[in-house]
């Protein structure tokens, strides 16, 4: 019975240890007519998302305040080296304006463009934790009123147009 406890302990352990297949990030992305600027959400996983900012001198402590703007302003900076849209070939710029812990072990992390006119492509490079993780898969959504865009980006393919 000992030997039986000790072997099943023994298969947890390792299953946990190994639990790691694949590493993930998702965008989704939106128009606002109202605003006139793009609105989105990257749902990213804690963990993963937490040791690539530590490789990039980040270091985001239990003390550190995610409602204060500079601490936003950190976290945007870094996600924005890992995700670029260009239109019409001038850079939008981004910046996280809220974020969210989930308890499956996600993050939420909420952004916004400055004002910008509504383009009928995207440019999108969204190679974001892929020096670290080369297996990292990232993928976007845009979503309008009437269809939906997918694109998906791998360590060998980080950039795509987005016909909207």
């Known amino acids: 019975m000992k030997l039986l406890l ?7 352990f390792s299953v946990q240890a190994n639990a790691h297949e694949y590493f993930f990030g998702f965008a989704e992305l939106s128009y606002s007519n109202e605003e006139g ?10 963990h ?18 995610p409602t204060k703007p500079t601490y936003l302003q ?25 974020m969210e812990h989930l308890d499956t072990g ?13 383009s ?15 297996q990292q898969q990232n993928k976007i959504t845009y979503r309008d009123e009437l269809k939906s865009s997918t ?4 360590s060998n393919k980080t950039k795509s147009s987005i016909s909207l």
């Not at 950190?74 to 910046?95: D, H, M, P, Y």
């Not at 996600?106 to 509504?118: A, I």
């Not at 009928?120 to 080369?134: A, E, I, K, N, R």
């Not at 694109?151 to 791998?154: G, M, Q, R, T």
């Open 6 to 12: 000790t072997l099943i302990v023994a298969l947890a």
């Open 37 to 46: 600027v793009y609105e989105g959400t990257f749902t990213l996983s804690t």
């Open 48 to 65: 993963d998302f937490e040791d690539w900012l530590e490789t990039r001198a980040m270091d985001l402590t239990e003390n550190d305040n």
């Open 74 to 98: 950190q976290i945007s900076r870094e996600i924005f080296t890992g995700f670029q849209i260009t239109v019409n070939g001038n850079s939008l710029a981004f910046e996280i304006v809220g």
């Open 106 to 118: 996600l993050t939420n992390y909420y952004f916004r463009s400055t004002k910008v006119e509504k």
């Open 120 to 134: 009928s492509t995207l440019d999108v490079t969204f190679d974001l934790m892929m020096d670290l993780f080369p």
């Open 151 to 154: 694109a998906v980006f791998l």
